[in-house]
């Protein structure tokens, strides 16, 4: 059956939750990844999954020399 | 707070001269805001310890947005608190960079109450900069700027905010409406800007003929610089008015022509204009007496950047003349497909001038099914622009017939 946008964001979600601390991840990473996984599923389709996780503050979009998704944290460099 | 009569005598010297200061600048903000005082005093330590003091914040920005704020961080928090956090926000400035004093005065009021007071008008991408604010402050500015009809502009791995010369709204040269195109971008492509997914930062830039104003073929990964395809409109009577004048039109102009398409003889100016390279060079000398021709459109390059990853490029022709009208769908359809094939094969951090250098343009035409064309070429005998398979197929063919 044909995945919904919320579907794919969990999806991503965990894919980004899993390579917390170890990997920082591109949006093109993940919609590699998640097609790789469901080849049903196009890269509009992952676009709106991420619109979802940022809309919703589940992930933010970081930059650290390129930009990336990971999940909310405070930076090391963040004074209070 | 530092003490605002703290002493500078490293950012005094640079106040001297007849041009204008930055250091000036900002000690006039200090007179009120706390934070371009503790700038003062932390910049002051900077250029006596020859060391930078901030640190880069790469998280934080507004909810949803993945562009438009750039975090900085003082390593000195302590001892200059007021600057402890310092965070740039790009604001996506209107096409032309066209405002109304009520514009100018909105956007300061919003600063003045959120931020350090301290603005760049404006970045190198265009943007209108605001400089230096604190975490806290970052969602409530956004709020305070979008009521008023502004949005972030881009930063990070996205679409830049896409910018253009005044074109028709001030200039007569200008060869396509620079302003709408800018516009029409700017709007088509709102996810690209605020929500980074390439490999790296994407810049379009617009000018409206080859003087560009805005130096597209350097800065910009896209430029869409107006030319005609017609030949140069000639008033006669202007030219010999010229002349007559004392203009050097055989010395000044025709010596100069970098296509050696003129012919003066005294009375008549000829263009052998098949030659012309489009160059602007006489028009700019004889403004009432030349103009570019009627049929009217840009040449679309691609690939500029500065020096980074590797060094500098200037933009090489990929269409060397399309009408720009709109809904210009021919520049969209041909985006769309550059930023797939540079999505799925760039790599991170590489422009995509340094892309098609590393895949080579024959390939990258082919992958966005452009065909090539002779004014491709950059450097005769350098661009790999020929596709040599059809003829090793037809050799190979040859040779099982034999
Ligand atoms: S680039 Fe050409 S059209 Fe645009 S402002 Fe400059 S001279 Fe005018
Ligand atoms: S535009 Fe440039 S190349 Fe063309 S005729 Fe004038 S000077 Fe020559």
């Known amino acids: 059956m044909a995945k919904t946008a919320e579907e794919i964001a969990d999806v991503i979600f965990n894919m980004v939750k899993e390579a917390t601390g170890l990997k920082k991840l591109k949006a093109t990473d993940l919609t590699k990844a998640v097609i790789e996984l469901h080849p049903d599923v196009d890269k509009q389709l992952c676009k709106d999954a991420i619109k979802i996780l940022m809309n919703s503050g589940r992930c933010v979009y970081t930059y650290f020399g390129g930009s990336y998704i990971e999940l909310p944290h405070r930076e090391s460099a963040a004074n209070d | ?402």
């Open chain 2, 1 to 402: 707070m530092a003490d605002n009569t703290v002493k500078t005598p490293m950012l005094d010297e640079l106040e001297k001269g007849k041009w204008p200061s930055f250091v000036k600048e900002i000690k006039m903000a200090a007179k009120k805001s706390p934070m371009a005082q503790d700038l003062l005093g932390q910049l002051e330590q900077s250029y006596n310890e020859k060391i930078g003091h901030w640190k880069h914040g790469g998280i934080v920005g507004v909810m949803g947005y993945g562009g438009g704020v750039i975090g900085r961080y003082s390593d000195l928090p302590d001892k200059f608190p007021n600057v402890s956090h310092f965070h740039t926000i790009r604001i996506n400035h209107p096409s032309g960079w066209f405002y109304t004093s009520k514009a100018l005065r909105t956007l300061c009021d919003i600063w003045e109450r959120h931020g350090s007071g301290l603005t760049n008008m404006h970045g190198s991408t265009g943007d209108i900069i605001f400089l230096g604010t604190s975490t806290p402050h970052l969602e409530p500015i956004f709020s305070e700027l979008t009521k008023e009809g502004f949005d972030l502009g881009g930063s990070g791995s996205d679409v830049r905010t896409p910018s253009c010369c005044v074109g028709p709204a001030r200039c007569e040269w200008a060869c396509y409406d620079t302003l709408a195109l800018t516009y029409d971008l700017t709007m088509s492509f709102q996810d690209e800007l605020h929500r980074p997914a390439f490999p790296y930062k994407y810049k379009f830039k617009m000018s409206g003929c080859p003087n560009d104003c805005v130096a597209s073929i350097a800065r910009s990964d896209m430029s869409i610089i107006g030319t005609w395809r017609d030949s140069i409109q000639v008033n006669k009577d202007a030219v010999l008015e010229y002349a007559s004048k004392g203009m050097n039109i055989q010395k000044d102009i025709v010596e100069n022509c970098p296509a050696k398409c003129m012919e003066w003889d005294g009375k008549e100016l000829h263009i052998e204009n098949s030659y012309c390279r489009r160059c602007m060079h006489c028009i700019n000398i004889m403004p009432k007496a030349l103009r570019p021709g009627k049929d009217r459109g840009a040449t679309v390059l691609i690939g500029a950047k500065a020096p980074i990853i590797e060094g500098a490029l200037l933009s090489s022709v990929l269409f060397p003349f399309i009408k720009i009208e709109p809904p210009y769908k021919q520049i969209k359809d041909v985006v769309a497909k550059i930023w797939d094939v540079w999505s799925e094969e760039g790599k991170n951090r590489e422009r995509i001038g340094e892309f098609i250098q590393r895949v080579g343009l024959g390939n990258f035409l082919e992958a966005i099914e452009v065909e090539p064309v002779a004014e491709m070429v950059a450097h005769p005998r350098e661009n790999p622009y020929v596709f040599y398979e059809e003829y090793f197929e037809e050799d190979e063919g040859e040779e099982e017939e034999k």
